[in-house]
């Protein structure tokens, strides 16, 4: 036996970005503060993946400050199978602090109509359905056309290397 560990393709999505669950138009305009809900879920019953990457392209509708951030939850499928997390939809109110998993920072001083990029990196999957979640905490609101993309990649961690 090694001792060794690697990272390996996830059995789920693998090492190929593929869509997080939210449309293009979805971020259109997100204010400040506000959160955005994949309308599609995530189905890791059966790959029981481990790990996931979670990149996006966002459009700014304002310039960025120092303190500009993006936040992401994974909200897991609940007991009654039709409620995500806390059951919080698209608006102003945040999921709850259980569901946050990453932050991540933007450059300052992006202007209106330049795009951020970004990644979420290493967040921990549950088994099963969930969905990710968004919120825009960069003081400004995105763009009136966003044109957003989110995607997400996943993998694992091969212990016998």
Avoid at 62 to 89: E, H, K, Q, W
Avoid at 142 to 152: G, I, K
Wanted: glycine fraction near 12%; charged fraction near 10%; avoid cysteine.
């Amino acid at each position: 036996m090694a001792n060794k560990t690697s990272w390996v393709a996830g059995a789920g999505v693998g090492l190929t970005y593929t869509s997080a669950g939210f449309t293009a138009a979805d971020f259109n305009s997100l204010a400040n503060g506000s959160v955005v809900v994949a309308s599609s879920a995530v189905t890791n019953g059966t790959a029981l993946d481990q790990y996931a990457d979670v990149s996006f392209i966002f459009t700014m509708g304002g310039t960025t400050t120092a303190t500009s951030i993006f936040t992401l939850y994974v909200l897991p499928l609940n007991r009654d199978a039709s409620t995500y997390g806390d059951g919080v939809a698209n608006g102003s109110t945040a999921p709850v602090a259980g569901y946050f998993v990453s932050s991540v920072g933007v450059k300052t001083g992006v202007t209106s109509g330049n795009t951020v990029t970004g990644t979420f990196r290493g967040i921990v999957l549950p088994p099963g359905n969930f969905k990710f979640a968004i919120v825009n905490n960069t003081t400004v609101a995105l763009n009136a056309t966003a044109a957003a993309t989110v995607e997400y990649r996943s993998y694992n961690e091969n212990l016998n290397a």
